[in-house]
C-alpha cells in the first residue's frame, strides 16, 4: 500500500471488523418440484430478441455457453448511447444458478422489463440505463429448471453455487469442472463487474460476503450499506453470509475474491410470489450506489492505449481490475480519503494519494503507465483460484485463518496468505507477461513467515491444466526453473500446502508473501539499482517508484505516486478465474530449484519505507 501508516491503521481495522459474529439463523425451504408456472426456458430468447428488435441502439443478446445437455445459457446487455465520455460501472445480475429456485428467473426478467418500459419516462430508471452497463443473465441452470422435476443441482448432479473456484471444498471433481460455471467464469474474464446481484429463494434475506468464513471483509461497512439499503426497502434483513450458514466455492465469494466484484445474493422470501413492489422500491434504493466511488481509465503513457491493469484502494479489501477492453475501471467505495494504485506487469506502478471520495459523483483517476527501462522481476496480477482443506466443514468455530488470498499478489510485503494444511492457491501471471523459459531460474516463491511448512509448487499454460510439478517439495523462499519439469512456458502458478500442521491456528500452512517470474533478472535476489521518470500529466503527483527509484508526476491534484512494488507489478490480465484442475504428482521430482535461505532485505526495507 501506499504508506505504512496506512498499512498500520488498515490493520487495526481489519482487526476490528473482522470479529466472528455469533447469531446463526436458519434456512428455509429450498425451491420448488417444478417451474411449469414460470417463464419457460424456450421463451427468454424470444424476449431476449424482441427486446433487441425494439431497443436496437441498447439491447443485444447472445448464448454465453451451453449446459451439460446442450442448452444455451442466455445473456443479455443493456447501456445506452447516452454520456457516451462517462464511465459506465458494469453490473451483472444473475438468477436461476439452483434449477428449482424458479422465481429467481422471472424477478431478472422483470428487472429488463421494468428499465425497458420505463426509459425516457421514469427519471430514474433511465439515468441507471444511461450511467450503467447492465449484463443478465436469468438463467444459468436450465437442465435443472426443465422438465417435469425441477431440480437445484444442473444435469450431473453437481450444486453449481459450490463449484466456483474460490474457496472451494469438494463439490464437483474440481473447481469449475461444470459447463454452467465455466460460462460464468469466462463471462466475468470478459467484463470488471463492479457490483453483481444474485437472486435466490426462498428466505428473507440479503446476504454478502464472506461465506466460507465468520470474517467480515474488509469491505463489510459498504457490502451491509448497499445491502442494508436494498433491505431497508424490502423488508428483509442484512447478513453476513457465514453467520447464516456456512457454504464454500460459491458465486459471491468467488466474485469478490479473485475480482473484487461486490457480489450480493438476494435471497427472494417467497417461491410463488414475485411481491415486486417491494423489490422495486429496493432496486431505486440500492442501485444509486453504484454511481459512487472512484472510476478512471489506466493507459499506456506513449501510445495512450488502454491497458488491463490492477487497481488496489487503501484502506480497503479486494483489489479490482481495469476493464480489459477499453482500461476504465470503478470502484464502489464509501465517503473517505483514499490511495489508488494501478499496477501491470513491464510498467512502473503508480499511486495517487489521498482522493476524497463523496456521496455525489465518483471522483475521476486516470493513470498513465510508463513502461520499465531496467529488467525487474513481475509478480502475479490476479488471484485465479483457492481451495480449502475439506476439514473446515467440521466445525463452526475452528478457521481462525484471516489472511486473504490476494496478499499473494504484488511484491514482497511480509503481508502472506495461509494457505492452511491441505489447501491451495493459483495465481495468474498474466495473459500478455507468461513466464518463457530461459537459461537459468524463472520462478521465485517468497515465503511471509520463513516457517518449516511444506509446499508443492505446479505450473501450467491453462488454467484449466494440466498442471506439471515444478518443485514436489519445498519451504521458506523457493526458486525454480521450470525447464527442469519440461515446460517451456507457463502463466498459472499454483501452490499446495502439504504440512499437517493444526488447522485451528491463526496462520495455518505456508504462508505465501509473493509470487515473481524472475526470467529477466537472472537471479534472486535481483538488482536494486534505482531509475527515474518523469511525467507531466494534468494533475501534478510526485510518484516514488520504490521498486527502483522515483516516478516524478506533474499533475493538477498532488497526489503521490508510490510505487511500492520491486519495481512494476500486477501483470495485466483479466483472468480472475479459479483454476480448476489438480494435477499434483507426489512423484515428479522435477526440481530444478532452491529452497533454503532468504532473500536480501535490502530491497524489502527500501520498499516499506515507501508502503
Not at 436461476?96 to 426478467?109: F, P, R, S, T, Y
Not at 429496493?282 to 453504484?290: C, E, F, G, I, T
Not at 506513449?302 to 487497481?311: F, M, Q, S, V
Not at 535481483?526 to 516516478?551: H, L, N, R, V
Amino acid at each position: 500500500m501506499a504508506k505504512m501508516i496506512g498499512m498500520f491503521s488498515f490493520a487495526i481495522a481489519f482487526s476490528l471488523i473482522s470479529q466472528p459474529v455469533s447469531a446463526k439463523i436458519p434456512r428455509g425451504s429450498r425451491g420448488l418440484n417444478s417451474c411449469s408456472g414460470f417463464t419457460p426456458y424456450s421463451e427468454i430468447e424470444g424476449l431476449f430478441t424482441e427486446y433487441a428488435n425494439q431497443y436496437p441502439d441498447m439491447v443485444e443478446f447472445y448464448s454465453i455457453g451451453e449446459s451439460v445437455e446442450d442448452r444455451d445459457i442466455w445473456a443479455m446487455t443493456l447501456v445506452s448511447n447516452a454520456n457516451p465520455d462517462v464511465i459506465k460501472p458494469r453490473v451483472r445480475i444473475t438468477g436461476g444458478i439452483h434449477g428449482n429456485e424458479c422465481m429467481g428467473v422471472d424477478i431478472v426478467l422483470k428487472i429488463v422489463e421494468w428499465l425497458l418500459d420505463a426509459y425516457g419516462e421514469d427519471t430514474v430508471l433511465t439515468e441507471f440505463v444511461d450511467r450503467f452497463y447492465f449484463v443478465f443473465v436469468p438463467l444459468i441452470n436450465p437442465d435443472g429448471y426443465t422438465g417435469n422435476k425441477a431440480t437445484r443441482q444442473n444435469a450431473n448432479g453437481i450444486d453449481l453455487n459450490r463449484n466456483f473456484g474460490f474457496a472451494w471444498v469438494s463439490e464437483g471433481s474440481r473447481p469449475f469442472s461444470e459447463p454452467e460455471t465455466q460460462v460464468v467464469r469466462e463471462l466475468s474474464n470478459d467484463y470488471s463487474f463492479a457490483v453483481g446481484l444474485a437472486y435466490h429463494t426462498v428466505a428473507n434475506y440479503i446476504n454478502a460476503n464472506w461465506n466460507y468464513t465468520p470474517y467480515i471483509p474488509e469491505d463489510g461497512d459498504l457490502l451491509k450499506e448497499i445491502g442494508e439499503d436494498y433491505a431497508g426497502s424490502s423488508g428483509y434483513d442484512f447478513v453476513y453470509g457465514w453467520h447464516w450458514y456456512g457454504i464454500y466455492g460459491d458465486q459471491n465469494d468467488w466474485s469478490y475474491g479473485t475480482s473484487g466484484t461486490l457480489d450480493i445474493t438476494i435471497e427472494l422470501r417467497s417461491d410463488t410470489q414475485m411481491q415486486w413492489d417491494t423489490h422495486e422500491s429496493a432496486l431505486r434504493n440500492s442501485l444509486p450506489h453504484v454511481m459512487k466511488g472512484i472510476q478512471g481509465s489506466v493507459t499506456d503513457a506513449e501510445t495512450g492505449l488502454p491497458l488491463y491493469a490492477r487497481i488496489e484502494i487503501a484502506p480497503q479489501g479486494a483489489p479490482i481490475f481495469s476493464d480489459p477492453l477499453d482500461g476504465t475501471y470503478h470502484r464502489v467505495l464509501l465517503p473517505g480519503t483514499y490511495d489508488i494504485k494501478a499496477s501491470k506487469g513491464g510498467y512502473i506502478p503508480k499511486t495517487v494519494e489521498n482522493v476524497t471520495v463523496t456521496n455525489g459523483d465518483p471522483e475521476r483517476v486516470d493513470f498513465e503507465l510508463a513502461k520499465q527501462t531496467k529488467k525487474r522481476p513481475k509478480f502475479a496480477l490476479a488471484v485465479n483460484r483457492m481451495i480449502l482443506p475439506k476439514e473446515i466443514q467440521s466445525g463452526t468455530g475452528q478457521y481462525q485463518n484471516d489472511t486473504m488470498a490476494w496478499h499473494t499478489l504484488g511484491p514482497p510485503d511480509e503481508r502472506g496468505y495461509s494457505l492452511s494444511p491441505g489447501g491451495s492457491i493459483t495465481v495468474d501471471i498474466g495473459e500478455d507477461t507468461v513466464i518463457n523459459d530461459v537459461d537459468g531460474l524463472d520462478i521465485a516463491i517468497i515465503s511471509a513467515t520463513q516457517s518449516d511448512d511444506p509446499v508443492r509448487v505446479l505450473a501450467a499454460e491453462d488454467q484449466d491444466g494440466p498442471f506439471t510439478t515444478v518443485v514436489n517439495s519445498g519451504s521458506g523462499d523457493i526458486t525454480a526453473d521450470i525447464a527442469a519439469a519440461g515446460l517451456d512456458k507457463v502463466r498459472y502458478i499454483r501452490l499446495e500446502d502439504l504440512g499437517n500442521s493444526s488447522f485451528n491456528g491463526e496462520n495455518p500452512g505456508y504462508d505465501v508473501d509473493a509470487v515473481a517470474d524472475i526470467t529477466e533478472v537472472g537471479d534472486w535476489p535481483y538488482d536494486t539499482e534505482t531509475e527515474e521518470d518523469t511525467d507531466t500529466d494534468t494533475d501534478t503527483d510526485t510518484g516514488i517508484d520504490t521498486d527502483t527509484g522515483t516516478d516524478t508526476d506533474t499533475d493538477t491534484d498532488t497526489g503521490t505516486d508510490a510505487d511500492t512494488d520491486s519495481d512494476s507489478d500486477s501483470d495485466s490480465d483479466s483472468d480472475s478465474d479459479s483454476d480448476s484442475d489438480s494435477d499434483s504428482d507426489p512423484d515428479d521430482e522435477g526440481c530444478g530449484c532452491q529452497t533454503t535461505g532468504r532473500f536480501d532485505k535490502t530491497l524489502l526495507s527500501q520498499m516499506l519505507r515507501f508502503l
